[in-house]
């Protein structure tokens, strides 16, 4: 079917901001820009699809269209399957995507309810309607990055080097996530379209087969604190060898290599893609073997690189995993996962990522909030570096929409009690009640978030406390947000990590001006980043407890 | 600890009825009269808990005595974990119970977090501060019983047999169930000294050891259209096929002989209990074996007693898949069981166990609600049979209480689109604001109701579409009462089948005589039962469909 995106401008065609709200974001999430099949309701991540099909798609829009203000419209698993007169300081849309009673929570029963078109895949927001294209991935990169510089070095990566593997569709955001940080990166790839790829799109600066060539350029933009990116056309185990040889120790290790898929995704050493591809081919089981042969070698690197003093830690491709299981090589998880590392300190502070989206469609509303932000938190240096080169690089897709990381924090003067959410959200409000911005703002955030998540693979691996696969937390975290007035409130279960791996939630807040989105988002913006600081104190983060203290965060059973 | 059970009165220990009616339902669930071991915080159900420690209770208590009538409480698995500002019309509580992600949602990962004290198994109406004894336990026997008469009969069962086996905790309850529908009820029971304890307490009439004589009475009786219970002092297979020799067949057959537990539940055919006790002990293995000799006779009776005409049905305890598994006898699933049967035709209206408790702990306010309910629905035959009864035959437990199905259906004069439950829920209302009742009632229900639960064990065995194990359905409703206003807002994982093999709701209202409590109780008495309709309808159920059309339910995608 011929599809356009979301409606955008002032006229609205549902009676009011909110259900209007709630229908652009259907069809931005569904944007040809956005989504990478639209003809087949999918947003992103594999099958995360918008709407269970397309009649219950066109259903949905005809009950927004004529949803009153104290209505709330209920979405089963992309269909929508009821309406009820409640408030409107309640939500307008409620939505709960793939969830199954535990023994039955896995692909096979879901697969088989899909196929009978019972069910349908949310991941986290595609069927929340809260996708904004690829800007997510390269925030979340410098986000963490910026997380490591605060924890290890002097707030950014001046003067740092960061050495890193793979330039893929999210590795490519790497080199200019470290450089927006102020950092020098060099990314080993094996595949130099991918390199000439990121160059051409301005994610990369510069490319080479050298890699004296490369530890060079390196020292010099070190030297002049400098950012600097280099790709280097080299395997990334044999990179961080030649490291290890002459003794260049970086300041950070990483990789987003594909190690995760052994074959498909990894490339084993000694062979050019070409040659590897026919190996593939023609003999599987050795490619496997040489693959993992090699990994074993990379992570052998990362370790010694780490005795020698550089901070590493895997970003998710799950290469410890590989090389534990295949080789049995314990030691592999001798380095850290990012999550525990750089994302919960974070969430210990109700941090996670914030994002907004213009209903006007017009870039300029994007600019007025980015001046808003910079505005009010004029101590945030990265948010500021962030801001400025997002203007600059990151391009638009669907509806303009901008990320951020915001948490709880309701220290310092002139704050009144007030979350950082809330603060910037109320700004918006007042922006748009004064004309300031054309058409009302809606705030969301990604389902990693620092309350809204339990996934024992990634948001809650490795808790203090083993309370890893307890779900209590993302749907305390929703019925909370729910009370206190958020117009969209969802819980999934699967997303990345699949079925049966994790729980998530997710809301939005639409700022039309109003009072009452002012109590909403007040509300809102407290309570979610709130359930964050709450998770973590439980579980018995000080960092958690200390934010607690620090801005009246109440923890029943602190002093017990 | 010294333990006592709920403050009753005027005087409240908190800000608001709101939230001393949340301090006084916990203190309810654990009254002693009401749970079965408040020393351990066990309210009923194996290890069915209303906190999650006493250090939780003793700062539950102390949260709800300074919470503001805009504040909402978070608890955790029995603890509290969080509080936060909403508003007036949002939920005071609200609770999250054993949930765990899919693939840890197990008994062992459970008991590994049990064990530690990260969790906290809720049951039902435990972890929901909703238990109100056994009164549940009659109504809910006779309400199914009453929506046989409804199928089967004329409405009730005078002049009707029903023969079934098991006189225990649960199965006591069968013979007045079945004389307060107005029918005879035979009863096998091999432990004489339990049929003792039935006539004692008024559950049962009369006992016998003499099949004939116990045929010769139902048999008077039916002549006479007159109501008739009998305990017969025999095993329930051996009393089968005497009523096939005979070719008595009576009108329904069922059982609740504990048969889910082969060996420590069921009695086999043959043995004194003391003799089946001591086989037991001495030779488990030929016990099993027995006792699964007996129950593919019993089954086989069944099916028998069915061909010749009886209504035949299993009442939740396993007899037809134990047979099944064990015995390889796939026809024992040819009869139903007791959810698909009589209690699913009543969930597609959206009826289900509503129960409301008087605060003040006066019984004489719960009399003013029966003769309320009574003048609401003066059609509703077995509903007066049930509340006359009730007043006669049940002793209050803890706070008085009562238990009735209502539903839906808007329909008829002078209803002004409102359903059954907001009806009676709003005349209490008003009730309280006159002073006609000495203190506020709260309204909460059985996590068994229409749109509460997905269990595909029990009550949603074999949906029509296939949709058993859809858990959105109870988050759904979770978020729905939540948005509508409910005062308490629950969702559990397990109950009685166990984890993992539930995802259930429940909420509360408190009904102060507010203009408040009249709203939430008009919307949330509307959104609760309405997901009952909805979502039997999106599985096909022309009954929910029809009430939907009827009653002015939205389903958006009806004509699709
Ligand atoms: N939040 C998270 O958990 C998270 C976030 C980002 C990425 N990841 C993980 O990071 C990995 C990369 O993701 P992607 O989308 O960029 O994948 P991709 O497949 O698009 O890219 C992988 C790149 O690595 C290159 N490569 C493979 N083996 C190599 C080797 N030995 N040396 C050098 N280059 C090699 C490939 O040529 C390819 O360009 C995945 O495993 C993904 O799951 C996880
Ligand atoms: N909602 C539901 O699904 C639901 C509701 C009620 C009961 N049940 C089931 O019903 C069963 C009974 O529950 P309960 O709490 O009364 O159990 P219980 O163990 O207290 O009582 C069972 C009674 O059956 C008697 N008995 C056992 N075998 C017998 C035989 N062959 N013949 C005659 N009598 C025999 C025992 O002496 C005992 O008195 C259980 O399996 C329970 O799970 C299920």
Known sequence: REYRGAPTGTDLECEGWRQEAALRLLNNNLDPEVAENPEELVVYGGTGRAARSWDAYDAILEQLRDLADDETLLVQSGKPVGRFETHERAPRVLIANSNLVGKWDNWRHFHELEAEGKIMYGQMTAGSWAYIGTQGIIQGTFETLAELARQQFDGDLAGRVVVTGGLGGMGGAQPLAVTMNRGVCIAAEVDEDRIDRRIETGYCEEKTDDVEEALDRAREAVRAAEPYSVGVHVNAADLLEELLERDFVPDVVTDQTSAHDVLEGYYPSGYTVEAADRLREEDPDT?????????????????????????????????????????????????????????????????????????????????????????????????????????????????????????????????????????FALRINELVADGEIAAPIVVTRDHLDAGSVASPYRETEDMKDGTDAVADWPILNALLNCAAGADIVSVHDGGGVGIGNAIHANNHVVLDGSDLAAKKARAVFTTDPGTGVIRHADAGYEEAITEARESGVEIPMDER
Chains 1, 2 share one sequence.
């Open 287 to 423: 490619y496997r073997n040489e693959s993992l042969d090699t990994m074993e070698r990379h992570v052998d690197a990362i370790l010694e690189l780490q005795k020698r003093g550089a901070v590493a830690f895997e970003y998710g491709n799950n290469i410890r995993g590989q090389v534990a299981e295949h080789r049995n090589h314990e030691a592999a998880f001798d380095f850290p996962g990012f999550v525990p590392a750089y994302i919960r300190p974070q969430f210990c502070r109700g941090k996670g990522p914030f994002r907004w989206l213009a209903l006007s469609g017009d870039p300029e509303d994007i600019y007025r909030t980015d001046e808003a932000v910079l505005k009010l938190f004029p101590e945030k240096d990265h948010l500021r570096r962030w801001i400025e080169l997002a203007q600059e690089q990151v391009q638009f897709q669907g509806l303009p929409s901008r990320v951020c990381w915001l948490g709880y924090n309701t220290e310092g003067e002139g704050t009144e009690g007030l979350t950082e959410r809330a603060r």
